[in-house]
């Protein structure tokens, strides 16, 4: 069998349910980072609480505060890029050896499923990985964009430059973390490709399960509500 008599194994309801994951991907991301006015994500309203911390960062002093913070966020960017090259490196040597998943084949299915295919299937788990990678690192290195104009600061907060570089500081940090964001929304969907091993329904029933789980952090989460001050505990 050529490469083509291969992919033929592949019945249009697989295709349809990795184009389904991937359309969803995209989609659910556009839509947090573009959330209607009346019902803002946690994305959209921390990026308002990152302008507000740069204007109260004008007058806070020292700022040592503002630089762990800043430390902080770029740990937690070099740690799930980290993860992400592990969980790569664990992806690809599969695909090298596929051996371990013939018997998981030999459970689900009664056709002896080309090696290619498998492969193929753990690829679209790697791609995501991929970006979630990619997106980290971009995020971990405009958050030193973001800590560098923050140092160039004037303590000053009366002198002319300090609100403008306080605001390129905001916007450098929101950029950063909406790629970070990004990242760990290739993770979820990457985790749910996983599922495609298992069939195509099984990745119909993943992406819904990832797309709830991220929709709901997003717009229906108690640290949403908390931000916006309608958690009960909060006094009005």
Known sequence: MD??????????????????????????????????????????????????????FLTREPRIFDSQIMASLRQGTAFFASTCVLAIGGVLALIANTDPLRGVAAEVASADIPVLIWQLKLGLVAVLLTDGFLKFVWANRVFGYCSVMMAAVPNDPQDALAKPRAAQAAELNIRAAMNFNRGLRSMYFALGALAWLLGPFALFAATCVVAWIVGMREFSSVPRDILLGKHPNIPS
Do not use: Y
Not at 7 to 21: M, P, Q
């Open 3 to 56: 490469f083509w008599d291969h992919l033929s194994v592949l019945s249009r309801l697989d295709w349809a349910a990795a184009g389904f994951l991937l359309g969803v991907w995209v989609l659910l991301g556009w839509v947090i980072e573009h959330p209607p006015t009346k019902r803002p994500s946690v994305t959209k309203i921390m990026a308002e609480n990152r302008r507000a911390w740069l204007q109260v």
